[in-house]
T-cell receptor, first 115, second 116 residues
Framework: QKEVEQNSGPLSVPEGAIASLNCTYSDRGSQSFFWYRQYSGKSPELIMSIYSNGDKEDGRFTAQLNKASQYVSLLIRDSQPSDSATYLCAVNYQISNFGNEKLTFGTGTRLTIIP | DGGITQSPKYLFRKEGQNVTLSCEQNLNHDAMYWYRQDPGQGLRLIYYSQIVNDFQKGDIAEGYSVSREKKESFPLTVTSAQKNPTAFYLC???????????????FGPGTRLTVT
């Protein structure tokens, strides 16, 4: 069973600070990594995708990938109260030799930004 | 506007009844997925389809059925055989990736099903 592990939190961060969310995965063959934000009662919204080792920045969000350590993280700079949500990490894995791929999701980290 | 629609938003059913959840997308995506989310848990894959008229079981397919007669539509039926059907059901779609590359998956707004 392919696994994706996240700290369940809750994680509390003061407004304006950097929020750091972490995720580890078990399948060394995984090549596609995603971060979703889910507000309470709503569906997940894609905020970042990363495919190569290193950092990828998009506005206040930075995704970091280290395939050797099987670790992916999300940094949120200048945290705002609107960033309060549950953040889901998702990782692909191949389920057959015919290229069928699926995503495995972590259980999410609940982030609260304190004004 | 391109996107994924799910209906209804809330659904209430009596135990023993089958119920069908609708999912439609106009993103021209090849692949479509159904997930279930329970409180405090991650998303679990029920069924997925990569092309029309073909679909595969996910991790928790028992008690569910699907069809994919059109590229745009992927309805999910929750049958009376599903032991714990009350959950938040999410439909998603994506471009079909090549081997080893999985492209972004986008979600509809979800259907909250309550069975009593």
């Amino acid at each position: 069973q392919k696994e994706v592990e996240q700290n369940s939190g809750p994680l509390s961060v003061p407004e304006g600070a950097i929020a750091s969310l972490n995720c580890t995965y078990s399948d060394r063959g995984s090549q596609s990594f995603f971060w979703y934000r889910q507000y309470s009662g709503k569906s997940p919204e894609l905020i970042m995708s990363i495919y190569s080792n290193g950092d990828k920045e998009d506005g206040r969000f930075t995704a970091q990938l280290n395939k050797a350590s099987q670790y992916v993280s999300l940094l949120i700079r200048d945290s705002q109260p609107s960033d309060s949500a549950t953040y889901l990490c998702a990782v692909n894995y191949q389920i057959s030799n015919f290229g069928n791929e699926k995503l495995t999701f972590g259980t999410g980290t609940r982030l609260t930004i304190i004004p | 506007d391109g996107g994924i629609t799910q209906s209804p938003k809330y659904l209430f059913r009596k135990e023993g009844q089958n119920v069908t959840l609708s999912c439609e997308q106009n993103l021209n995506h090849d692949a479509m997925y159904w997930y279930r989310q329970d409180p405090g848990q991650g998303l679990r894959l029920i069924y997925y389809s990569q092309i029309v008229n073909d679909f595969q079981k996910g991790d928790i397919a028992e008690g569910y059925s699907v069809s994919r007669e059109k590229k745009e539509s992927f309805p999910l039926t929750v049958t009376s055989a599903q032991k714990n059907p009350t959950a938040f059901y999410l439909c998603a779609s994506s471009i079909e990736g090549s081997s080893g590359v999985f492209y972004e998956q986008y979600f509809g707004p979800g259907t909250r099903l309550t069975v009593t």
